[in-house]
């Protein structure tokens, strides 16, 4: 399916760099973006479905780099089912897992721990809840674990492994295990700050230079933060990427934004959610997680947006985050809320209000046209201006 979204007001690009574009058009063929800017009449006419944006703000779709995924779309830590379509109308439209940790009675053998990750990237590798992207399996780092085991994983399609959960005496004792599983080829993740579910302890920025994992997870708490001295030496004593989460402490979080700035790290600066956890379910914590940052530091909106979508991407290594040429065709519109004092979108995240969606689409398929069941509703309006496909894209009823 050919798909032109026309008429857009402002293009983030997903770059924090270089976060704006000029251009009034996406088009997209299949699952890619074809062309981000201009395209000539003959390409709007030739696509199957053309949407006016009504001069709404394109952005990537949000990648929420920590979600407690288990098995198909239920949680049971919150024991509730299409949590992750709800997501879709927050305009997340990839989830990465955090560790299936909230499976009940999750096995905590070497073998067990194996299974669980490799199922759980099998559940999610076609499926996907409400059109959303899973990268599900992430092992659960535990002593005796291997080198063999983590090639083993990394064969079998398993990309993650996180620290922070096992039954190790120490933190330190996760040195090893994140050394042989980076030498397999899997992305590495760590707990960071209090302890949080039973099986998890404390882990400082000791702890995290000495491991040095890809990414410090919920580096502002999760929910309970790290000293705030070890905020500076984690970012300039390391390289890995510092994950804040809107179920951690918010004062920590701007905090490491701006420490991130001051010291040229804030490509390593991503957003993510840190749900469903005890602090529940959160269809628009990454929208709030932006607007929070934006609004109470002096950086711009737009920034923030790239930390939610182009520099999650690129530390994940996936292939969407970005409103470009051959990149996934995920595509979120934004607006200023209805209402509101301010009249777009990115002004009215810096002012701190909750964009409005008007439109997602995933792998190149509007899931919706209209308004967002969770978010309120947009100032201008989205509509499919017209289609070869039989489909209806509205938006369902609240």
């Known amino acids: 399916m050919k798909t032109a979204i026309v008429n857009l007001g402002q293009i983030v690009t997903g770059a924090w760099t270089a976060p704006l574009t000029a251009g009034d058009t996406i088009l997209t063929d299949g699952d890619r973006i074809v062309a981000v800017g201009t395209a000539a009449a003959q390409a709007v006419e ?19 780099s920590h979600v407690h995924i288990t098995f198909g779309d239920y ?45 759980a990237q099998r559940c999610f590798a076609e499926y996907r809840p409400g059109g959303m992207r899973v990268i599900a399996g992430s092992v659960i780092l535990e002593p005796g674990l291997r080198a063999s085991d983590f090639e083993e994983l990394a064969r079998k399609g398993v990309k993650l492994a996180k620290a922070g959960f096992g039954a ?22 760590c707990h960071t700050g209090g302890s949080s579910i039973p099986g998890s302890g404390a ?87 932006i607007a929070h940052c934006a ?31 051959g990149k996934a065709a995920d595509v979120v519109l934004i607006d200023a809320p209805d209402g509101g004092t301010q009249t777009t979108a990115l002004n009215a995240i810096k002012h701190g ?15 919706f046209v209209g308004r967002s069941r969770n978010t ?12 070869r496909v039989t489909r209806d894209f509205s938006a369902a009823g609240h």
């Open 46 to 64: 030739a696509a199957d479905v053309v949407i006016d944006a009504g001069g709404m703000t394109a952005i990537p779709g949000l990648i929420d």
């Open 75 to 119: 949680t049971p830590r919150q024991n509730t089912v299409g949590y992750l379509e709800s997501y879709v109308h927050g305009g997340v439209t990839t989830s990465i897992s955090a560790s299936e940790v909230h499976v009940p009675g999750r096995p905590r053998d070497v073998e067990g721990v194996k299974a669980l990750a490799v199922a």
């Open 168 to 189: 190790v005496k120490t933190a330190y004792d996760y040195v090893p295990l994140v050394a042989d599983a980076k030498a397999a080829g899997l992305i590495t993740t």
């Open 203 to 289: 882990i400082t920025g000791d702890h995290l230079l000495k491991m040095h994992p890809h990414v410090s997870f919920h580096i502002n708490g999760g929910p309970t933060a790290m000293p705030d001295k070890d905020f500076e030496r984690v970012i300039l004593e390391s390289k890995m990427a510092l994950q804040v989460c809107t179920a951690g402490n918010l004062r920590t979080t701007l905090l490491c934004a701006k420490l991130a700035d001051r010291h040229g790290a804030f490509d390593r600066f991503i957003i993510a959610t840190d749900t469903p956890t005890g602090s529940g379910i959160m269809p628009l914590g990454m929208l709030y997680t």
């Open 295 to 325: 609004s109470l530091t002096d950086m711009p909106a737009e920034r923030f947006v790239c930390a939610a979508t182009g520099s999650n991407a690129r530390v994940y290594g996936l292939d969407s985050g970005f409103l470009a040429a």
């Open 353 to 367: 209000d909750i964009a409005a969606i008007g439109m997602v689409m995933t792998a190149g398929v509007p899931r």
């Open 376 to 387: 309120p509703a947009t100032t201008r309006q989205a509509r499919v201006a017209s289609s």
